[in-house]
């Protein structure tokens, strides 16, 4: 999806790019031949809708990533520009399934470890810190949303190279395709079903911690029938 965005930044700078010999109209999809960089860095935190910040995302990129950062936007406006006197057709359900699929997949992995690691360490500080300096259980909360976001920087990148091994290849659309309003739709219903079952998945250290306060709870009668007895 980084590249979606890309094209609409850079496109005029492209027009000036001398490209390779134009395809024919209708014939072959615009397939990506080599990946940019995976790491967290390399994503722009907002849209490139103007020139600054289309050149801050390219000074970030390492050599190769830019050659072949070219090479695909040189790929993607050929193929635009062979296709604009086509008449657009709709991406097809098999075609809108695999968007939210391919969309979904590294999500999942984001809301599990960020809702995991956040209940994992909000319950270390709030049996550490927490006793020690009298926080609250909601500031020991936002502690534990903190070391998660932190975390969440290091470990993006791993993630979106996981999901890049499974095999998900980017979606087969055309130029036209990939600007319709479905297949936006499906892009983020699919970011969207994925940050949820991850976070749905990403809560198991509930089921640890749920016997430790029963544990506790029921030593608590314990030592006061030992109070009152002595």
Known sequence: MLKLCL????????????????LQPGIG????????????????RE?????????EFIYRLQPKERTCLLKELQSFESIAIAQETLEPSPPTAAQIRYVLLHNA??????????????IAAGTQIELSIGVTLGI????????GNLVSDLAGLGLAG???????????QVPDLTPKQVDMW??????HMGKAIGVSIGCILGMFPLFFL??????????????????QSS
């Open 7 to 22: 094209q609409r930044a850079l496109r005029p700078a492209v027009q000036k790019l001398p490209s390779g010999p134009r």
């Open 29 to 44: 999809r615009h397939t990506p031949s080599c990946c940019l960089g995976t790491h967290g860095r390399n994503e722009p």
């Open 47 to 55: 849209p490139l809708n103007s020139p600054k910040r289309a050149k």
């Open 105 to 118: 997949i590294p999500f999942i992995g984001f809301g599990f470890l960020d809702n995991a690691i956040m």
């Open 136 to 143: 609250s259980t909601m500031a020991a909360a936002a502690l």
């Open 158 to 168: 791993y993630v979106e190279a996981l999901a890049s091994k499974l095999g998900m």
């Open 182 to 187: 479905q297949t936006r739709l499906s892009s």
């Open 210 to 227: 749920g016997d430790d306060d029963e544990k506790e709870k029921e030593a608590e009668p314990c030592g006061d029938t030992a109070s």
